[in-house]
Every structure is written in C-alpha cells, then in structure tokens.
C-alpha cells in the first residue's frame, strides 16, 4: 500500500478486527487466553508468537489485541518499528531505564524534564547506584562536556515545559552515538502530529498518553518506541517480568483519541499561537516563553523539529506570586489544574505546584519565575480565552 498521511493513519493504523467484523476497535477485557491445547499453550509461554510484535495472546501483563491496537496505531504515527505500552508515562521512563541500565552506569538528563523524571533519576534510580548529571536542554557542548565513559543514556524532553526551550535532537543524537549511549526523547508535549523524532537521530521515544494522546483528561497511558532490536526486546522483558502494563480499557479510550490527534494537535497550536501574540503585546505581560513565536530565541531550531510551537504557552506576569495568582483566580472558564493535553484549556502556577517541592535557588536556576503562569490552550474560542485572562491582568 501506498505510504499513508499521517491523518489517515491516526483514523486506520493498526485496526485488527475479529471475526465478528466489527467496525469501531474492540475492547477486549480479559486477563488471559485460552489456548486449543497444551502444546499451543507451552509455544505461547515460550515462542515468538507472543512476543513484541507478535499476533498472539497469552495474559494481558504483556499481550492484549486492544493493547496491540494501540501500539500498532503511535508506531505507525511515531515511523517507529516497536512500541511497547505502559501504564503511565513515568511507567515508560522507568520501564526504558530498568531495561537499559544497570548499577554503575550513568545518565545525562536535560534539566528541564517533567519533576517527576528528575525525581526517578536523582532519587529512585539513584539508589539503585545510577548517577545522572542533569544540563541545560539547548547547550548541546553542556551535554558533550556531561558524557562519562559510563554514560549509557541521554534524556530530554523537547520543547521543555513550562520555558518552551528547545532541544536540537540531531545534534544530541550525535553526541550518543559518539558516546555509544542511546538518546532517549520525551515526546509527550508535540506528539507525532507536531515531531518525530525517529526522524532526527533519537534512539527511542517516550510517551505520556495521558496528555494529547487521549486528549481529553480521561485516562492514564504510556509508552515506549524505537527500532526492533535488543533495546526494545529489553522494554518489553521488562514489562512482561515487572507489570507496568497498560489496561485494554485505557488503551482503548487513547486509541479513540488518537483518531482526533492530528486536528487537535494544529487546532489547539493555532490557538496557542494566537493567544502567545496577544500576551507578547499585553503592557502586564513581562515575557512569553513560546517557541512559535518568531521572537522566540530557537524558533528557527523548532521550526526545523516540529510542525508547529504546539499547544504549551507560558507567561510572566508583571508582579511577581501575587500578579500570577490574581490571573489564575480571577478565571471562570479555565481549568485551575496541573494536567495537560486537554481539550478544556487548563491554567497553573508552576513555582508553588509543578515546581514547588524544590528549593528556591534550584528553580531560580531553571528559570521558574514567581510570576510565571502556564496555559496549556485546549479548544474553546481564543476570544474566550483573551477575555478569561484579561479578568485578571487588570
Ligand atoms: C512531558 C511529560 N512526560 C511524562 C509525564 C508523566 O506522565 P504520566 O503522568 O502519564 O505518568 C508527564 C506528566 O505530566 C509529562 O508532562
């Protein structure tokens, strides 16, 4: 066949139907599967056939026809080989780095990673005798300085959230390979509708399918892609032993959602854009941080990586906490939560939620102002959005 836009595959990729023919993907709830007889049982426990990419069932810990829908589906969109599916996003971080690393090696993390991930590598993984050393995502001679004999993997989400800072996939894909490293990519934030970074070198890519995936605040998912080879095969041991499995019941709402990605991807970017332009010009309004914006000091760079600046737009207000909260206070229409990816726009104070359990001289470092107010811009009109704001910037 023909190779397929993007848009028809995030409607047809991946569909396996039964023998009842249906039209809209199955949900198969069941835990495990019946087998036609005990040598058909002993080949599905210890052959191929029910392995990654397999067409057979075992027990859904790793094997479930939705879950494998909803692989198929973001392989096809991600132009990746393998895709693994996890319970969450921090399941697929945790997932990649239990099976590619090991006691003594080393990771380099780009510093403006999701807090969570910060907290996986410096605290859990640390005990477990990992050692990251974590740089500033766009200074690609801080990530070559940081690599170690050991280093066996370099992290980093791209565009960072809540700055928009950009990272240059390509260039760090060569700074892992030179290491013999693999350049792990977070791609939560542009999805494949906006970035694929398969594209530019990356080794594998992370999701939270909680956000745009699903894209609208329902359920919890995850995964992993990449090249089939050993570092998925790992991914996918690791699944299998440990259980971070994505239920059929998730994985079939987000592959729902994924039907829609691409026109709520460039849908809500649009609004995004627009509502960046207007906040630049706003007299209350100190800074936008949104890589769409021509102003935007690696818009070149995001304009070569993503299709648009997505759907992320963060802003200081002129006064400091108090400035920020009246915003956030002063909305009626906007969602005051920390989620993102949602159609409903949702608001938040980065310093006091987000980034609130590390130390004032540590966010200073990472550019997290008091005064810093983060919009993830959903569907509703952006006259809407405009007024709902302007409530607050007086
Ligand atoms: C960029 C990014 N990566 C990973 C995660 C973690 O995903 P989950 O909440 O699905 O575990 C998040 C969650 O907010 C995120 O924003």
């Not at 050692?131 to 565009?159: D, G, I, M, S, Y």
């Not at 095969?233 to 299998?240: E, Q």
């Not at 802003?315 to 915003?327: I, L, P, Q």
């Amino acid at each position: 066949m023909a190779k397929l836009d993007l848009s028809t595959l995030g409607v047809r990729a991946g569909i396996a139907r039964s023998r009842f023919n249906e039209h809209s993907e199955a949900l198969y709830l069941t835990s495990s599967f019946v087998f036609e007889n005990a040598a058909q049982a002993a080949e599905r426990f210890t052959g191929g056939s029910a392995g990654l990419g397999g067409s057979a069932f075992v027990y859904s810990r790793f094997t479930n026809p939705t879950v494998s829908m909803f692989q198929d589906r973001l392989a096809a969109l991600e132009g990746a080989e393998a895709c693994v599916a996890t319970a969450s996003g921090m399941s697929a971080i945790l997932a990649t780095s239990m099976a590619l690393l090991k006691a003594g090696d080393h990771v380099v993390c780009s510093n403006a990673v999701f807090g969570a991930t910060v907290q996986l590598y410096s605290t859990i993984l640390a005990r477990f005798g990992i050692e990251t050393t974590f740089v500033p995502p766009a200074k690609v001679e801080e990530w070559q300085r940081a690599v170690r004999p050991n280093t066996k993997l370099l992290f980093l989400e791209t565009p960072s959230n809540p700055l928009g800072e950009v990272s240059d996939i390509a260039a760090l894909a060569a700074v892992a390979r030179r290491a013999g490293a693999v350049l792990v990519v977070d791609n939560a934030l542009c999805t494949p509708a906006l970035q694929r970074p398969l594209e530019f070198g990356a080794d594998l890519i992370i999701h939270s399918a909680t956000k745009y995936l699903d894209g609208q605040g329902r359920v919890l998912g995850g995964a992993v892609l990449g090249k089939k080879g050993p570092a998925m095969d790992a991914v996918f041991g690791f699944l299998r032993t440990a259980g971070p499995s994505l239920s059929p019941f998730n994985a079939w709402v987000i592959l729902k959602g994924m039907e829609t990605l691409e026109i709520r991807m460039l849908a809500q970017s649009e609004r995004a854009l627009e509502l960046a332009r207007w906040l630049e010009k706003h007299p209350k309004v100190a800074r936008v941080y949104y890589a769409g914006l021509e102003s935007h000091p690696q818009h070149a760079l995001a304009m070569r990586q993503q299709r648009t600046g997505g759907a992320l737009v963060s802003f200081d207000v002129k006064g400091g906490r108090e400035a920020a909260w009246k915003v956030i206070d002063s909305t009626r229409l906007i969602s005051i939560t920390g989620n993102l990816g949602d159609v409903k726009t949702t608001i938040t104070h980065p310093a006091t939620t987000t980034h609130g359990r590390i130390t004032p001289e540590a966010r200073a470092a990472a550019g997290i102002t008091d005064g810093l107010v983060r919009v993830a811009v959903g569907l509703e009109a952006v006259a809407d959005l405009k007024a709902d704001l302007s409530r607050g910037l007086g």
